[in-house]
């Protein structure tokens, strides 16, 4: 495991399904916000056969976990993307 990134990354990064993370910026206003981008090796369309629920749950449990018990960082959104899609 990195000890390099966010430790929100690292504990994503452990779940079976995500292929990468990182963070986005944006500029609202005056304010910068962060997205955490999941990048998953499945399909994210809800009608496909690929289609894994179960990860999704879990990418949004541990992040919403670590952010409120882990670390004092804030991250705005939560993004996740199918591998290959930009």
Do not use: C, Y
Not at 6 to 21: E, L, N
């Amino acid at each position: 495991m990195r000890r390099d990134v966010a430790i929100v990354r690292q504990h994503v990064s452990k779940i079976d399904g995500v292929s990468r993370t990182w963070f986005e910026w944006s500029l609202e206003g005056e304010s910068w916000l962060t997205t955490l981008v999941v990048e998953v090796s499945f399909d994210t369309d809800p009608n496909s056969s690929e289609f894994r629920q179960n990860v999704l749950d879990a990418i949004g449990d541990t992040v919403n976990g670590v952010l409120e018990n882990e670390t004092t960082m804030v991250v705005s959104h939560l993004k996740v993307i199918p591998a290959g899609a930009r």
